[in-house]
Structures are given as C-alpha cells and as structure tokens.
C-alpha cells in the first residue's frame, strides 16, 4: 500500500484561523499562495490579508457611493440590464408594490438637485425615484372584482417598504456589476409634495428613495463598518459593554493614519450643538455635552451626526405632516381600518 502524501503543515497560528474562516467567513485565508496568483484581497478583523472567493463578493465589499460621474450616457441595453435585475428581487407575495420613476431629462435633474441641494445629483445622467405603489395592484384588484385594503393595512406598508429598498438595491448592485457608480438620495423625503406633482404620481403611490447613476469620474473608497461582532448576534441579542461599543465606533471612524475621527471646534459648530442639545434634552443636557466637547478638544462623531447633521432637534419635526401627505395620498396605514362599502360599479376602460 502506497504511503498518503504528508499533510504540508501550517503555522499554527496561521492554521488556526484558516480553521475558523472556513466557517465564519465566506473568504479565503491567504498565507502560502504563489507570487504572481490573483490576489484581490482585503484586510480583515484580525490583521491578515484575505482573497475574494469571487467578483460578486468582492463587489458587495468594495461597493461605495459615487458622486462624481463622467459626461457619459449610459446605453439603453446597459441601463435596462440594470433594471431588470432590479424587478427580479425577492417581493412579498410576488406583488411588486413599487414603481421606478426613471429620470433623464436635464431640466428635472437640476430641479431635483436643486430641492436636495446637492449639485452632482444634476450632472448623473439617470436617476431612478423609486415609490410605494398599491396604486397598480388597487387596480388590477379593482378589475378582477377582489377585495382590497391594502392601502390601510400597516401590515402592506412594512412589506411595501421593504420591497421598494430590496428592488432598489438589487439595482444598485447590478449598476455596480455593470461599470456604473451610484449614490442613494434619502432628502427625497423633504419634499415629497413637490415630487408627487413634479411627477404626477396617483394615489397610493408615493417616494421613498433616489438613486443617481452614471460612470464614476472617480469611485471613491469603501468606507469602514462596524464588524460582524457588533452586529451579528448569537441566538439572541447581545449587549455590548460600554468600552466594547465605544472601541467598536472608534475603529469604525478609525482614519488611514490609525487616528480616531474627529470635527474641529469653531465658534459656529459649538452654537449649533448647544441650541440642539437644548431643544431635545434641555439646558442640563446641553451643558454636558459642552463639557464633553471641551474635555476632548474636538467634536466626536457621535455628537457630529446627531447634533451637526442629523440634528436631532429637526429630524422628528413634521412626523404628523407626514403622515398627513400619505392620508392625502390615499395611504391610511396609520389610522383604524373602516371598512369601505362599494356601491358603485366601475366599467373596465379600454
């Protein structure tokens, strides 16, 4: 009988966390790969370089958001690829409560950039407004003579939602896989009056998110995340130890030099801080946090994007508008369900 062939033996160090990789993590360890092999690596948690196991993973990893696009179109056979990714992501029940509001005339993306304030949203060849809509499937139930309340079941509206957000970003990879760039547009949401007439949506239609596309004139870094230990959890939720969340959020706003993040203090960025602390927490709050501020010598990121710019004094504002325009567009999910009785009859249109 012929002797097997000696197992090469790792380092042990090295053998150990090929081990774990091989359950944990969907990429390879590199350690004793040739000079000269295809290595499109990334660094992981513990230091160690590790290889893509293929392009769509690598994809998912290095996507970033663009906002600097080429003076180029994007074909039509391209952009409808892209496309039809995007209405063959999962839905719930197949209904497809969503529509696509493609955009490509100069005149409404300098309106809309204009509306979010954001100058590039103009100089992306396309822009894809994707909306809730229950208006079609209202319809289709309306013409087969089938009840229909989806319009104020809160239970359509969380799935809605969902499908719209798993469609758009079914296109957004697609873009990506496609030489395209893209960034989301979330200030939609500011406007959506404006956008609802600027496009005629019926009711039960209404925006949730933009998202620009075009050549990226340069693609940008994928920005640091917080890992898969803080935010998988094992069975059930885990609560992390203070000094556990606050190294997880300092890792994650980590810059290349090995720094921790940091805003500077002016005179302007302190007043605001102070007049939003004030607004949601009171004066007691407000001078706490001026004394964390000073303490530190610098603004932290915590308090940069709840108190600078995700003020949290204005975020909450105008919920009950919201929820208003929705009612306007035909969309009660957030009252008590009355049952509408139907007198009338309706003749199919041609």
Same mark, same amino acid.
């Given at each position: 009988?012929?002797?097997?062939?000696?197992?090469p033996?790792?380092?042990?160090?090295?053998?150990?966390?090929?081990?774990?990789v091989?359950?944990i993590?969907? @990429?390879?360890?590199i350690?004793?790969?040739?000079? +000269?092999?295809?290595q499109?690596?990334?660094?992981?948690?513990?230091?160690?370089?590790?290889?893509? %196991?293929?392009?769509?993973?690598?994809?998912?990893f290095?996507?970033s958001?663009?906002?600097?696009?080429?003076?180029?179109?994007? %074909? *039509?056979?391209?952009?409808?690829?892209?496309?039809?990714?995007?209405?063959?992501?999962?839905?719930a029940?197949?209904? #497809?409560?969503?529509?696509?509001?493609?955009?490509?005339?100069?005149?409404?993306?300098?309106?809309l950039?204009?509306? $979010?304030?954001?100058?590039?949203?103009?100089?992306?060849?396309?822009?894809?407004?994707?909306?809730?809509?229950?208006?079609?499937?209202e319809?289709?139930?309306?013409?087969?003579?089938? %009840?229909?309340?989806?319009?104020?079941?809160?239970?359509?509206?969380?799935v809605?939602?969902q499908?719209?957000?798993? $469609?758009a #970003?079914?296109? $957004?990879?697609?873009?990506?896989?496609?030489?395209?760039?893209?960034?989301?547009?979330g200030?939609?949401i500011?406007?959506?009056?404006?956008?609802?007439?600027?496009?005629? =949506?019926?009711?039960?239609?209404f925006p949730? @998110? =933009?998202?620009c596309? +075009?050549y990226?004139?340069?693609?940008p870094?994928?920005?640091?995340?917080?890992?898969?230990?803080?935010?998988?959890?094992?069975?059930?939720?885990?609560? =992390?130890?203070?000094? #556990?969340?606050?190294r997880?959020?300092?890792?994650?706003?980590?810059t290349?030099?090995?720094?921790?993040?940091?805003?500077?203090?002016?005179?302007?960025?302190m *007043?605001?801080?102070?007049?939003?602390?004030?607004?949601?927490?009171?004066?007691?709050?407000?001078? *706490? $946090?001026?004394?964390?501020?000073?303490?530190?010598?610098?603004?932290?990121?915590? #308090?940069?994007?709840?108190?600078?710019?995700y003020?949290?004094?204005? =975020? %909450?504002?105008?919920?009950?508008?919201?929820?208003k325009?929705?009612?306007?567009? +035909?969309?009660?999910?957030?009252?008590?369900?009355?049952?509408k009785?139907?007198?009338?009859?309706?003749?199919?249109?041609d």
């Amino acid at each position: 009988m012929n002797k097997a062939e000696p197992t090469p033996k790792l380092p042990s160090i090295a053998r150990a966390l090929r081990q774990a990789v091989s359950f944990i993590s969907p @990429v390879i360890l590199i350690n004793d790969e040739p000079k +000269g092999a295809d290595q499109l690596t990334f660094p992981s948690e513990n230091g160690m370089r590790m290889k893509y %196991p293929n392009e769509t993973i690598q994809l998912l990893f290095e996507r970033s958001s663009c906002r600097s696009f080429l003076d180029k179109k994007i %074909p *039509k056979n391209v952009l409808s690829i892209v496309l039809e990714a995007g209405i063959h992501a999962p839905t719930a029940g197949n209904l #497809q409560p969503y529509s696509i509001i493609e955009i490509q005339d100069l005149r409404s993306r300098r309106k809309l950039a204009e509306m $979010c304030g954001q100058k590039f949203i103009s100089e992306a060849p396309v822009l894809l407004l994707f909306c809730i809509d229950w208006h079609r499937n209202e319809r289709w139930a309306e013409l087969e003579v089938a %009840p229909f309340t989806a319009t104020s079941s809160f239970r359509h509206f969380w799935v809605s939602f969902q499908d719209v957000i798993i $469609c758009a #970003q079914n296109i $957004c990879t697609a873009a990506d896989s496609m030489g395209l760039g893209s960034v989301y547009i979330g200030t939609v949401i500011d406007f959506p009056a404006e956008i609802l007439a600027l496009f005629r =949506m019926p009711e039960s239609v209404f925006p949730v @998110v =933009m998202l620009c596309l +075009g050549y990226p004139a340069k693609r940008p870094k994928p920005r640091n995340k917080l890992s898969i230990k803080t935010v998988v959890h094992k069975g059930r939720y885990s609560e =992390m130890k203070d000094k #556990q969340l606050l190294r997880a959020f300092n890792e994650k706003y980590r810059t290349e030099d090995s720094r921790n993040q940091t805003i500077p203090i002016t005179l302007d960025k302190m *007043k605001t801080i102070m007049n939003v602390c004030h607004e949601t927490h009171g004066k007691e709050f407000a001078e *706490k $946090c001026k004394q964390r501020i000073e303490a530190n010598g610098y603004i932290n990121m915590a #308090q940069y994007y709840f108190g600078l710019h995700y003020k949290a004094d204005i =975020m %909450p504002t105008d919920n009950d508008e919201y929820i208003k325009l929705m009612e306007r567009s +035909g969309l009660k999910w957030f009252k008590k369900y009355v049952p509408k009785v139907e007198t009338r009859t309706r003749s199919l249109k041609d």
